[in-house]
């Protein structure tokens, strides 16, 4: 098992979801839920619970909500790693109905890790973040020449290449940095492997001679997106750590993001 290290945030997902329509000037009726979040920490939140240890690291609130989220990740092996302001966790809103998917982060500039924090990256052999600060990815690479990457909700700079292992980005993601659904042509720009997400109507893959598509399966029409995407990278880093045929892990992982999909949290039901 390679020694993992993920970078991210620790926030607070506050979810709120209609079954009907939203209505100005009514008070409407919703389902709501608070649960520890963050893309990345939910990825290793998962992975803790299908038995991969792993390390996170990130900047952290100084509240019970940081406390609760570093004991909970504690609790499936995963260690802590990252300084801590005097600062409320921020909170990251989703709502979702019928008319409206509306998403609000309360996540500041100074709970986003940069390249000035001491760390020991050269200790690792894989990294899994949605980091943008390319100053701070060409720190890691510069100390571990020889890390491997998996970018998650955007197109890394070419200039990664030679650390890219794999990307996973949803369709969203994917047409604010190019208006393009040509999929595979966009896969062949990159080495190594990609995932796009496309909501409801399942996923694209792409690995050298194995690309195409997954539908859905959902039991129900409503359901909580946010997490899905979490989930299946989760499932695609542990079965691919496992030697697991990338075809195969791929599979695997859309079952867990259909199972998240159908679940009101964040992460895989404790049972797998």
Known sequence: MKNILLIGNALLDHLIYSKEPLLERCCNKVTTTINSGGSIRNIAHNLGLLGCP????????????????????????????????QKSTPIFTAIFSDNINLTLSGLTQDFLLDENYDFPYQDYDYLITNTTNEDLL???????????????????????????DGIIINRQELFIEQEDDDYPSTARTYPGWMIVTLDRAGLFFYKDLDQGYRTNTFEKEGGYPVGCGDAL????????????????????????????????????????
């Open 138 to 164: 060409e720190h890691i690479c510069k100390i571990n020449p020889f890390i491997r990457i998996l970018f998650i909700g955007h197109l890394p700079a070419f200039r990664f290449n030679d650390n890219l």
């Open 54 to 85: 792993v390390h996170f690291l990130g900047v952290w609130g100084n509240d019970k909500h940081a406390l609760a989220m570093k004991t909970e990740l504690k609790s499936l092996g995963i260690s802590c790693h990252g300084p801590s302001l």
């Open 233 to 272: 990278a989760a499932g695609m880093v542990y079965q691919l750590q496992q030697g697991t045929a990338f075809v195969n892990a791929v599979d695997y992982a859309h079952q867990l993001a259909e199972l998240v999909f159908q679940t009101p949290t964040v992460t895989i039901p404790k049972e797998r």
